[in-house]
Every structure is written in structure tokens, then in C-alpha cells.
């Protein structure tokens, strides 16, 4: 058997991590694209922990599903404002439409350069602006992935950029960014996550390092995810 395993470079996890970013992103610049979701005052702890350690930042909201455009919206923003590291602070729309404006920073030429299915396909020639990925939900798994799912309005389809170079360098997991989740939310993100688990589980290219994650993803799913619905402040079920 042969199999390839690879994710964000570094994966800090644990309740309260979150005020480990400042010093963090100042290793990579002065200058953050704070790419936020719909609500982007939800990351305003995030923007005083930067402001703490002296890291000036632009926020970027993203209300829906990335598409094309925002993506080039938020690359302009970040090239006018001399960004020099890309922080999301949200669920997976935010994570993916992060990663790729990281990914456009420091490549040249068009998105569709190198979109699948509605582009023309090219690899990236150069590692991403560096990226730090903080999930808001437990669902999509966006912070240790390398592809970005965006959406195309002309054409009427999701496409994925996908690089290696698109893992982040750091992906800052703090389960306390989920207690105030309503429950739907929970629940709608926390059956994503269990899917996410059992597909790969059952796929045909399934290996010993997924399904080692795989089953015991599983197991925490199913003792958690009911009582994380009921009680959202419930830290052990979180």
C-alpha cells in the first residue's frame, strides 16, 4: 500500500489558544487581511489580540459561499494595504476564500489560471502568502486542507483551487470559539464533521492513517455531538 498524508504545517489546539495568535501572526508581518465571516464583528477578540502585539489588521467580511470575485476583492485589498499574512476567523467559507486570496498574493497571473473545470488548471508555481487558519465550526476541516472550494455565479459550479502549497502554516483550533454557536449551527456543522469522518472511512482509497482518525472521529461524534446541541457551553462535549 501506498498512501500520502499532509496537512497545515502546524495545528495548535486547546481551549483558550486563540490568545496565542498575536505573537504568531508578527512573526510573519505587521499586516493582516483579517478575512471574517458574515458577522465580522464576531472577530473583534482576534483584532484586539493583534492590535496587543502590534499587528495592524484590514478586515475582509465574507457573507456566503466564496466566489471568484470576492477572492480578487480580497487579493486587491491585501496588495493595496501591503498585507503580508492572511488570518480567517470563521466557518469554512471564510477558511476557503482565506486560503485562496493567501494562495493569489504570491502568484501571478488570473484565479482562473488555475481554477479546476472552469479554468485552465495550472499549479501553482509559488507557496502561499503565509496563512493562519482559526475554524469557528467543528464541520468543514478547511484549516488542514489544501483546497479552496469557490463558486462560480457565471458558470453555475463549485470549483476547487488546490495546491499544497494552499495548507496553512498554522491552524489555531479553540473549541471556546464554538460555545456560542447556536444549536442548529451546531448541529447542521457537527453532522459535517461525522460525514467527513465516514466517507473516507468506507471510500475505496481509505489508509491506515485515515481510518486511525476516521474511528475515533467517529467515537467522539457520536458521545458528543447530542449533548454539544443541548448544552452549547458544555466543554467536554465541545
Excluded at 504568531?24 to 483579517?34: E, I, Q
Excluded at 477578540?45 to 465574507?62: C, H, I, K, Q
Excluded at 494595504?81 to 486570496?101: H, M, P, Q, R, Y
Excluded at 493562519?132 to 458558470?155: D, F, H, M
Aim: with cysteine; aromatic share 6%.
Amino acid at each position: 500500500m501506498r498512501f500520502e498524508f499532509a496537512t497545515a504545517t502546524r495545528v495548535i489546539f486547546g481551549p483558550g489558544v486563540l490568545r496565542e495568535v498575536g505573537p504568531l501572526a508578527r512573526r510573519f508581518a505587521p499586516r493582516a487581511l483579517v478575512v471574517a465571516g458574515a458577522n465580522p464583528r464576531r472577530a473583534e477578540p482576534l483584532l484586539s489580540l493583534l492590535r496587543e502585539y502590534g499587528v495592524a489588521a484590514n478586515t475582509f467580511p465574507v457573507p456566503g459561499e466564496p466566489e471568484i470575485e470576492t477572492v480578487q476583492q480580497g487579493v486587491a485589498l491585501a496588495k493595496q494595504e501591503n498585507c503580508g499574512v492572511v488570518i480567517s476567523f470563521g466557518g469554512g467559507s471564510a477558511l476557503d476564500a482565506g486560503k485562496a486570496i493567501a494562495a493569489m498574493l504570491s502568484n501571478t497571473g488570473e484565479l482562473l489560471d488555475y481554477l479546476e473545470v472552469i479554468g485552465r488548471g495550472k499549479a501553482l508555481a509559488e507557496p502561499s502568502a503565509p496563512f493562519i487558519a482559526i475554524p469557528t465550526t467543528a464541520g468543514t476541516g478547511s484549516e488542514v486542507t489544501r483546497n479552496a472550494v469557490l463558486a462560480s455565479r457565471a458558470q453555475g459550479v463549485k470549483v476547487s483551487l488546490r495546491s499544497p502549497f494552499m495548507l496553512p502554516r498554522v491552524a489555531v483550533v479553540d473549541p471556546e470559539l464554538t460555545y456560542d454557536l447556536p444549536p442548529a449551527v451546531t448541529a447542521s456543522t457537527g453532522l459535517d464533521a461525522l460525514t467527513q469522518l465516514i466517507e473516507p472511512y468506507v471510500c475505496s482509497r481509505a489508509n491506515p492513517m485515515t481510518d486511525a482518525l476516521c474511528v475515533e472521529g467517529i467515537r467522539r461524534a457520536a458521545r458528543s455531538l447530542r449533548a454539544a446541541f443541548a448544552d452549547g457551553r458544555n466543554a467536554a462535549a465541545r
